[in-house]
Protein backbone atom coordinates (compact mmCIF):
# COMPACT_ATOMS: atom_id res chain seq x y z
CA UNK A 1 0.00 0.00 0.00
CA UNK A 2 1.82 2.74 -1.50
CA UNK A 3 0.18 5.40 0.48
CA UNK A 4 3.36 6.28 3.14
CA UNK A 5 0.61 5.90 6.32
CA UNK A 6 -0.05 1.42 5.74
CA UNK A 7 3.76 0.84 4.91
CA UNK A 8 6.64 4.28 5.45
CA UNK A 9 8.04 4.77 1.86
CA UNK A 10 11.89 3.85 3.14
CA UNK A 11 10.13 0.27 3.78
CA UNK A 12 8.49 0.12 0.09
CA UNK A 13 12.40 1.29 -1.60
CA UNK A 14 13.87 -1.73 0.91
CA UNK A 15 11.12 -4.21 -0.28
CA UNK A 16 11.55 -3.06 -4.00
CA UNK A 17 15.21 -3.67 -3.77
CA UNK A 18 14.53 -7.20 -2.57
CA UNK A 19 12.06 -8.19 -4.27
CA UNK A 20 11.95 -7.25 -7.60
CA UNK A 21 10.03 -7.97 -10.26
CA UNK A 22 7.70 -9.59 -7.70
CA UNK A 23 6.73 -6.42 -5.68
CA UNK A 24 3.42 -5.33 -6.71
CA UNK A 25 1.40 -2.50 -6.38
CA UNK A 26 -1.77 -2.46 -4.88
CA UNK A 27 -4.77 -0.73 -2.82
CA UNK A 28 -7.68 -1.99 -0.94
CA UNK A 29 -9.58 1.43 -1.36
CA UNK A 30 -12.75 2.44 0.16
CA UNK A 31 -15.22 4.17 -0.22
CA UNK A 32 -13.32 7.51 0.45
CA UNK A 33 -10.77 6.89 -2.47
CA UNK A 34 -11.63 9.61 -5.10
CA UNK A 35 -14.74 11.46 -2.88
CA UNK A 36 -15.53 13.90 -0.78
CA UNK A 37 -16.78 12.04 2.72
CA UNK A 38 -16.11 11.83 6.04
CA UNK A 39 -17.69 8.32 7.09
CA UNK A 40 -19.25 5.58 5.79
CA UNK A 41 -20.34 1.97 7.25
CA UNK A 42 -17.75 -0.81 6.30
CA UNK A 43 -18.51 -4.78 7.26
CA UNK A 44 -21.10 -3.15 9.40
CA UNK A 45 -19.20 -0.96 11.36
CA UNK A 46 -18.62 3.13 10.55
CA UNK A 47 -15.70 3.86 9.58
CA UNK A 48 -14.29 7.36 9.63
CA UNK A 49 -11.56 9.20 7.28
CA UNK A 50 -9.57 11.51 8.99
CA UNK A 51 -6.16 12.98 8.14
CA UNK A 52 -5.72 10.55 5.07
CA UNK A 53 -6.80 7.70 7.05
CA UNK A 54 -9.59 5.18 7.62
CA UNK A 55 -10.05 4.30 10.85
CA UNK A 56 -13.09 2.94 13.37
CA UNK A 57 -14.46 4.75 16.72
CA UNK A 58 -11.18 3.41 17.94
CA UNK A 59 -8.71 4.74 15.77
CA UNK A 60 -8.17 1.21 14.49
CA UNK A 61 -6.82 1.14 10.86
CA UNK A 62 -9.29 0.19 8.80
CA UNK A 63 -9.04 0.27 5.19
CA UNK A 64 -7.56 3.04 2.45
CA UNK A 65 -8.22 5.61 0.39
CA UNK A 66 -5.91 5.08 -2.11
CA UNK A 67 -6.44 5.52 -5.70
CA UNK A 68 -4.26 3.09 -7.76
CA UNK A 69 -2.87 6.32 -9.84
CA UNK A 70 -2.47 8.09 -6.38
CA UNK A 71 0.28 4.83 -5.77
CA UNK A 72 1.57 5.26 -8.91
CA UNK A 73 2.57 8.87 -8.22
CA UNK A 74 3.43 7.85 -4.79
CA UNK A 75 5.79 5.63 -6.00
CA UNK A 76 7.53 7.66 -8.61
CA UNK A 77 7.22 10.43 -6.65
CA UNK A 78 8.47 9.49 -3.01
CA UNK A 79 10.21 5.61 -3.02
CA UNK A 80 12.14 7.03 -6.70
CA UNK A 81 10.91 4.25 -8.67
CA UNK A 82 10.92 5.33 -12.64
CA UNK A 83 7.64 5.34 -14.14
CA UNK A 84 8.09 2.54 -16.49
CA UNK A 85 8.75 -0.01 -13.44
CA UNK A 86 5.71 1.26 -11.60
CA UNK A 87 3.77 1.12 -13.99
CA UNK A 88 4.67 -2.81 -14.21
CA UNK A 89 4.51 -2.92 -10.49
CA UNK A 90 0.37 -1.88 -10.94
CA UNK A 91 -0.03 -4.07 -13.94
CA UNK A 92 2.18 -7.02 -15.59
CA UNK A 93 3.35 -7.80 -12.17
CA UNK A 94 0.08 -8.83 -10.06
CA UNK A 95 -0.94 -10.66 -13.49
CA UNK A 96 1.94 -12.99 -13.01
CA UNK A 97 1.55 -13.63 -9.08
CA UNK A 98 -2.07 -14.54 -10.18
CA UNK A 99 -1.37 -16.40 -13.24
CA UNK A 100 -3.19 -14.76 -15.85
CA UNK A 101 -0.81 -12.84 -17.43
CA UNK A 102 -1.34 -14.29 -20.59
CA UNK A 103 -5.16 -12.24 -20.44
CA UNK A 104 -4.28 -9.07 -18.50
CA UNK A 105 -1.16 -6.75 -17.67
CA UNK A 106 0.63 -6.22 -20.70
CA UNK A 107 -0.89 -4.43 -24.26
CA UNK A 108 -1.18 -7.04 -26.67
CA UNK A 109 -3.52 -8.37 -29.54
CA UNK A 110 -5.87 -10.76 -27.81
CA UNK A 111 -5.42 -9.82 -24.26
CA UNK A 112 -8.09 -7.82 -22.35
CA UNK A 113 -7.89 -4.26 -22.89
CA UNK A 114 -8.16 -2.39 -19.81
CA UNK A 115 -6.05 0.84 -19.74
CA UNK A 116 -5.78 4.64 -18.33
CA UNK A 117 -4.45 7.39 -19.85
CA UNK A 118 -2.70 10.33 -17.77
CA UNK A 119 -0.57 13.44 -17.74
CA UNK A 120 2.49 13.65 -16.66
CA UNK A 121 1.11 14.92 -13.45
CA UNK A 122 -1.02 12.12 -13.13
CA UNK A 123 -4.30 13.41 -13.55
CA UNK A 124 -6.22 10.35 -15.36
CA UNK A 125 -7.65 11.47 -19.30
CA UNK A 126 -9.53 8.43 -20.23
CA UNK A 127 -10.20 5.14 -18.97
CA UNK A 128 -10.47 1.99 -21.01
CA UNK A 129 -12.82 -1.12 -19.51
CA UNK A 130 -12.51 -4.30 -21.35
CA UNK A 131 -12.03 -2.40 -24.60
CA UNK A 132 -15.13 0.17 -23.83
CA UNK A 133 -14.04 4.03 -23.04
CA UNK A 134 -15.52 4.34 -19.62
CA UNK A 135 -14.21 7.81 -18.79
CA UNK A 136 -12.87 11.24 -20.68
CA UNK A 137 -11.66 13.91 -19.15
Known sequence: MADGLHVDYANIRNAKRLKGDKL???????????????????AGKTIYYRNGLCVDENGTLSGSSLTMIEGV????????????EVLRM?????????GVEKR?????????A???????????TKTIVN???????
Open 131 to 137: GNEVVTQ
Open 104 to 112: LGTLAAGKV
Open 24 to 42: CLVTDATAPAGANIEQFIF
Open 114 to 124: NLTAFTPDFKI
Open 73 to 84: RNLVEHCGIALD
Open 90 to 98: ATLYPARAI
